[in-house]
């Protein structure tokens, strides 16, 4: 009887680990942009984004983000080497739950990917009381529209 008391002590506490913790949020995104581009002089360009996302590959496997997917709306205004900017993404887990962030354009690569942060807003079902942020590298083909987000960063779940 002491066995069975422990090893269900033992699976409480394993399930408590895995309902919450810290996660590290380093991985990648696959997406496709449809962005509209805006000329207004010699090397100013304001830029309306709009993206959907596939499934998230995370370092982790059992990352609350992995598999989710969706899509990204904002804007971004590029002067010379610089950029600045942001937006929102709402990505959808298999389940049904949402994940709700904020990012923002902080500077402009030298291949002209974006950089800057993110942080999570909101959350429902199983992505509900997420806090967290990082950075973000963001790579678009101009010609394909094909996109590349590499993330850092860490979330923590209740």
Same mark, same amino acid.
């Given at each position: &009887?002491?066995?069975?008391?422990?090893?269900?002590?033992? &699976?409480?506490?394993?399930?408590?680990?895995?309902?919450?913790?810290?996660?590290?949020? +380093?991985?990648?995104?696959? =997406?496709?942009?449809?962005?509209?581009?805006?000329?207004?002089?010699?090397?100013?360009?304001?830029?309306?984004?709009?993206?959907?996302?596939?499934?998230?590959?995370?370092?982790?496997?059992?990352?609350?983000?992995? =598999?989710?997917?969706?899509?990204?709306? =904002?804007?971004?205004?590029?002067? =010379?080497?610089?950029?600045?900017?942001?937006?929102?993404?709402?990505? $959808?887990?298999?389940?049904?739950? &949402?994940?709700?962030?904020? *990012?923002?354009?902080?500077?402009?690569?030298?291949?002209?990917?974006?950089?800057?942060? *993110?942080?999570?807003?909101?959350?429902?079902?199983?992505?509900?009381?997420? $806090?967290?942020?990082?950075?973000?590298?963001?790579?678009?083909?101009?010609?394909?529209?094909?996109?590349?987000? +590499?993330?850092?960063?860490?979330?923590?779940?209740?």
């Amino acid at each position: &009887m002491k066995q069975v008391l422990a090893a269900a002590f033992c &699976m409480a506490l394993a399930s408590t680990a895995q309902a919450g913790g810290t996660y590290d949020s +380093t991985g990648t995104v696959v =997406g496709q942009s449809t962005s509209s581009i805006h000329a207004l002089q010699d090397g100013h360009l304001v830029l309306e984004l709009r993206s959907t996302h596939d499934a998230f590959q995370m370092a982790a496997a059992d990352h609350p983000f992995s =598999g989710m997917s969706g899509s990204c709306t =904002g804007a971004a205004e590029i002067r =010379g080497a610089s950029a600045t900017g942001g937006g929102m993404c709402v990505y $959808t887990s298999a389940d049904g739950s &949402m994940a709700v962030n904020r *990012w923002t354009v902080t500077g402009l690569g030298a291949d002209g990917a974006f950089e800057g942060h *993110w942080v999570m807003i909101a959350g429902n079902g199983k992505m509900e009381g997420l $806090t967290g942020g990082g950075t973000y590298r963001s790579l678009t083909n101009p010609e394909t529209g094909a996109q590349h987000i +590499t993330l850092t960063g860490a979330i923590t779940k209740p």
